[in-house]
């Protein structure tokens, strides 16, 4: 059977060009590039070639990017380290409906003694920016808010609330995991200070990512060891990963308004196609707003869990908004965060698309899917017949 994948938002497949370019830094290509000698320093110009097509997607300079191991050091390095650099100040201001790579370290801090707000969003997944406004104060040392909602792929107005939060003289960082590769980014007309991206989501390998930093923004290293990234990032650099993430920065650079524009199609018909087939579904998210891959949508009275177990029957690869996952059988913070009723947050899916999807593969879904709905309502304990 074959796989249907609609789960880019958790992973992405490494596109083959980008494997190509990594394949000969294992086994040939494969010194160190602290070495002094000259096979580490062809390995060192590969890392600078990486630094500079992942400064291209962004529009920064190369010096502004530093490798690491992912989305999630990425962010615990922006934020812990804004506070060891600023230590007299003890506020964090972030949003309610981040990544756990953001939220969980906020809360650490806050049961260390740091004053941590979490901003609200209203029933489209939105910020209050005035609460944002008002939440700024003097002992406020770093605000952090993502630039696109993993779940639901709502987008939030970040160039907006990078000019005001820099305006009052605080730093900013977006986690900027979900956005990157999907939507395009100009950072040299932004005020974001910080920024967190992950090579395992626009189709470079799991396990490397990157940070741009603001030239001038004061920032503490977070890992400590080796003088690697002009100190700023101690440990061997992951070569093969970071070249494989300028790779795929290259290819996403040079082909970002023509994916977006397939992606979105075939996002639009299998969203619309569900929501009119099936009763009692309803978009979760601002529709306006949003990055053109993702689609959350939930169906009343039935277990996401449920319906992603008929899909995979099928090959169909999706997620659900309910964490029943990982163990919990609380649904999606970001759900009831916007107050989705729960019994509309259990039932949710979550369809993520990248470039390698068809319109075969969104036709073969819309057909499963009425039929998958119908069934587990009829099983439901919670229609009435
Ligand atoms: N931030 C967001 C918004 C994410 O979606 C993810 C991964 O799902 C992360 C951070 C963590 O990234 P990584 O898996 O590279 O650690």
Redesign the pocket.
């Known amino acids: 059977m074959k796989t249907i994948y609609f789960d880019n938002?958790?992973t992405t497949k490494v596109a083959e060009e980008v494997l190509k370019e990594m394949k000969p830094l294992f086994c040939e290509l494969y010194g160190n590039p602290s070495s002094m000698h000259t096979f580490g320093g062809q390995i060192g110009r590969k890392i600078r070639k990486a630094r500079e097509q992942v400064a291209g997607l962004l529009g920064c300079e190369p010096t502004e990017i530093i490798f690491t191991s992912?989305?999630?050091?990425s962010?615990n390095t922006a934020i812990n380290g804004t506070l060891t650099a600023y230590p007299n100040k003890r506020k964090i201001i972030t949003s309610c409906v981040e990544?756990p790579?953001?939220l969980s370290v906020c809360r650490e801090l806050g049961s260390h003694g740091y004053t941590v707000v979490e901003l609200k969003v209203d029933k489209q997944g939105r910020l209050d920016i005035t609460e944002l406004e008002e939440q700024i104060d003097d002992d406020t040392a770093l605000v952090t808010i993502?630039y696109a909602n993993?779940e639901t792929g709502v987008v939030f107005p970040i160039d907006k609330i990078a000019e005001l939060v820099t305006n009052r003289g605080v730093v900013f960082h977006t986690?900027a995991?979900?956005a990157v590769g999907k939507i395009p980014l100009n950072l040299s007309k932004s005020n974001i200070d910080l920024l967190?991206l992950?090579?395992?989501?626009l189709h470079a390998p799991?396990g490397v990512?990157a940070m741009y930093v603001r030239k001038g923004t004061r920032l503490s290293p977070f890992m400590l060891g080796g003088h690697q990234e002009a100190g700023r990032r101690a440990g061997t650099e992951n070569v093969p990963g970071i070249v494989g993430l300028g790779k795929a920065c290259e290819l996403a650079a040079k082909n970002i308004k023509e994916e977006n524009e397939k992606v979105k199609h075939l996002r639009d018909k299998l969203e619309n196609t569900i929501l009119q087939q099936c009763p009692d579904s309803m978009l979760n998210g601002d529709k306006e707003n949003r990055l053109p891959n993702t689609s959350n949508i939930s169906f009343e009275f039935i277990e996401g869990e449920a319906i992603l177990l008929m899909l995979d029957k099928y090959g169909i690869c999706a997620s659900s908004g309910s964490a029943c996952t990982s163990g919990s059988l609380e649904p999606s913070h970001v759900l009831r965060a916007m107050g989705v009723p729960f019994t509309a947050a259990h039932g949710s899916i979550r369809f993520s698309l990248s470039r390698y999807n068809t319109e075969e593969e969104v036709d073969y879904t819309i057909e499963k899917m009425p039929p998958i709905i119908n069934r587990l309502r009829e099983l439901s304990p919670f229609v009435s017949t």
């Open positions: 938002n958790a992912g989305g999630t050091e962010d990544h790579a953001v993502m993993n986690d995991v979900q967190s992950s090579g395992h989501k799991k990512g």
